[in-house]
């Protein structure tokens, strides 16, 4: 059973997706919050499989929130909801640390299969389209501030401790390419670029392939274009 929590400042937006969700059998959910502050501490208490995160709430909204329930280090995975599949608002969600983003006018399809994926540890947005993303709005928004995650140093560090070869597909991976692409291109099976793959989020503590290519972004191995 995935568990859910659901955080909009809409009650008819909260209602509707809790009618969708309580419709599968695999899923059950666990509270709504109507804003940020609300979300993280029912987090914390509840412990929810994913977070159904709006971004623009009263008060404290989705984007910080997310920020501090991804930091926590719990099992919590957030999806984040925006109005525009492209825009600064999943942006700055991916950076925050969620594991994708859908538009609010998604297919319920979508939704319940983006939600099915971020609870197995997937990602939902594509890594070519968050490299979209980020190109479009690398050269706008301002740099993580300190408190945002970790530094420059510290991301550099977590690079010395790839071998050549994981530095070289995870520059490919900030570039879009699929696991085909790569294996591919680089005369790999590509058995051995999912295990290529898997230590490289090991070992760069990333929690799933969209923050492994932000991290590329972050430590300069891919300029935007």
């Keep these: 059973m995935i568990t859910v929590l659901i955080?909009?400042?809409?009650?008819?937006?909260?209602?509707?997706?809790?009618?969708?969700?309580e419709s599968q059998d695999d899923m059950t959910v666990l509270g709504?919050?109507?804003?940020?502050s609300e979300a993280i501490h029912?987090?914390?208490?509840l412990n929810p499989e994913v977070v159904l995160m709006d971004v623009r709430m009263p008060g404290l909204d989705g984007i910080e929130a997310t920020r501090r329930i991804t930091t926590a280090g719990d099992?919590?995975?957030?999806?984040?909801?925006?109005?525009?599949?492209l825009d600064e608002y999943a942006y700055a969600g991916l950076r925050a640390g969620a594991s994708g983003f859908l538009v609010k006018d998604a297919q319920p399809e979508e939704l319940l299969s983006g939600i099915r994926a971020v609870a197995t540890g997937d990602a939902v947005v594509a890594p070519s389209l968050t490299r979209?993303?980020?190109?479009?709005?690398?050269?706008?928004?301002?740099?993580?501030?300190?408190?945002?995650?970790?530094?420059?140093?510290v991301l550099d560090a977590r690079l010395t401790a790839l071998t050549d070869r994981e530095r070289e597909i995870l520059?490919?991976?900030?570039?879009?390419?699929?696991?085909?692409?790569?294996?591919?291109r680089l005369h790999l099976?590509?058995?051995?670029?999912?295990?290529?793959?898997?230590?490289?989020?090991a070992k760069t503590g990333s929690r799933d392939r969209i923050q492994a290519v932000i991290l590329a972004y972050d430590t300069g191995l891919v300029k935007p274009s």
């Design 189 to 201: 099976a590509e058995s051995t670029v999912k295990t290529h793959v898997g230590r490289i989020l």
């Design 42 to 45: 029912m987090t914390a208490e």
């Design 7 to 21: 955080a909009d400042d809409q009650p008819l937006q909260r209602f509707g997706f809790r009618m969708l969700l």
């Design 132 to 153: 979209r993303l980020l190109d479009a709005y690398a050269h706008h928004l301002p740099k993580p501030s300190p408190g945002d995650g970790p530094e420059p140093t």
């Design 32 to 36: 709504e919050a109507a804003n940020g």
């Design 171 to 184: 520059t490919v991976i900030g570039k879009g390419w699929t696991n085909t692409e790569i294996a591919a």
């Design 75 to 85: 099992r919590t995975r957030v999806l984040i909801l925006t109005t525009f599949d």
